[in-house]
């Protein structure tokens, strides 16, 4: 039996780094502090579905909270005047309250095809929309060795084309080298 681990887990303060970085002194305030970025998370990743958000980074200090959205689509998350990202602080400053101050800034992703969590999200939406899966899975790969990556591996897993029995297929081109912690990995899962 494998032990699977995160790669990106795996190689935190080596080449990659905290999605949330903040210091509590007391576990109440870890528990509080833990459970407001999950919260925060759930309502970005609910609302922003189609703005093609990889990732979000939480920064906390004594009285300020930092949000950070890498997004794809900044259009989207911005909306006509800004209306939209007025509309998501006001519900993320009811997540947190009122006594911290929130500032919310975005970073454009300029190459989304070599971006692990849009391209599973991707796969996911086209498995939904119920194109086929090889077909899928090929295109991505293609799609990301195109872009400019060294290496991609895409693996689906489930009822694949409606059958009875679950089963797994992959796909991979190039390098993927999990084994050498100084790799530049990135790691994203998608659900159909």
């Not at 991707?122 to 498995?127: G, K, M």
């Not at 050498?180 to 159909?192: C, E, I, P, S």
């Amino acid at each position: 039996m494998g032990h699977k681990v995160n790669p990106v887990c795996l190689r935190l303060e080596i080449t990659k780094n905290w999605r949330s970085r903040w210091f509590a002194p007391t576990k109440k305030l870890f528990v509080q502090y833990l459970q407001e970025d999950r919260r925060i998370r759930e309502l970005l990743k609910e609302e922003l579905a189609s703005a093609a958000v990889a990732r979000v980074e939480i920064e906390r200090s004594t009285d300020r909270v930092r949000i950070i959205v890498h997004t794809a689509r900044p259009g989207i998350l911005i909306g006509r005047r800004g209306e939209n990202i007025q509309r998501l602080q006001e519900m993320v400053q009811g997540i947190i309250g009122t006594d911290r101050q929130l500032k919310m800034d975005y970073v454009e992703i300029t190459n989304p095809a070599i971006e692990a969590q849009l391209i599973a999200d991707s796969l996911a939406f086209q498995l939904e929309k119920r194109i086929a899966f090889r077909r899928a899975m090929k295109r991505a790969v293609q799609q990301a060795m195109d872009a400019g990556a060294k290496g991609i591996r895409v693996i689906c897993d489930g009822r694949l084309a409606g059958t009875e029995m679950t089963r797994r297929e992959g796909y991979r081109q190039g390098t993927v080298p999990l084994g050498t912690f100084r790799a530049d990995v990135d790691f994203g899962q998608g659900l159909a």
